[in-house]
């Protein structure tokens, strides 16, 4: 079992900055292909970026550029640092984490976070 929590989220300006961090306890982190996913209102839950276990860094086109994904397994901890911020950027942001190297897909993932809202203003 692992259990993650989400934190960094809030309100920024267009072109602002904002770090997100999921904090993971529970199992071995270091194993785990570890992912960001966000959901706007209405919408479908959609894949950000992700640290493959065996490829490294993956990101939607959306935020190549943008945003970097980083983790710390010493601390079992994951980072979204996002820049450059949209509006159409704002959504809630889950972090999940799972032991499939299909890293884009919600459904391979095992265990989620409760997620934490990001709110960027024109």
């Known amino acids: 079992q692992v259990q993650l929590v989400e934190s960094g989220g809030g309100l920024v300006q267009a072109g602002g900055s904002l770090r997100l961090s999921c904090a993971a306890s529970?199992?071995?982190?270091?194993?785990?292909?570890v992912g960001w996913f966000r959901q706007a209102p209405g919408k479908e839950r959609e894949f950000v970026a992700a640290?493959?276990?065996?490829?490294?860094?993956q990101y939607t086109a959306s935020v190549a550029g943008r945003f970097t994904i980083s983790r710390d397994d010493a601390k079992n901890t994951v980072y979204l640092q996002m820049s450059s911020l949209k509006p159409e950027d704002t959504a809630v942001y889950y972090c999940?984490?799972?032991?499939?190297?299909?890293?884009?897909?919600?459904?391979?993932?095992?265990?989620w976070g409760q997620g934490t809202q990001v709110t960027v203003s024109s």
């Open positions: 640290f493959n276990r065996r490829s490294g860094q």
């Open positions: 999940a984490v799972g032991l499939s190297v299909l890293t884009t897909t919600p459904i391979t993932y095992d265990y």
């Open positions: 529970g199992r071995t982190f270091s194993m785990y292909s």
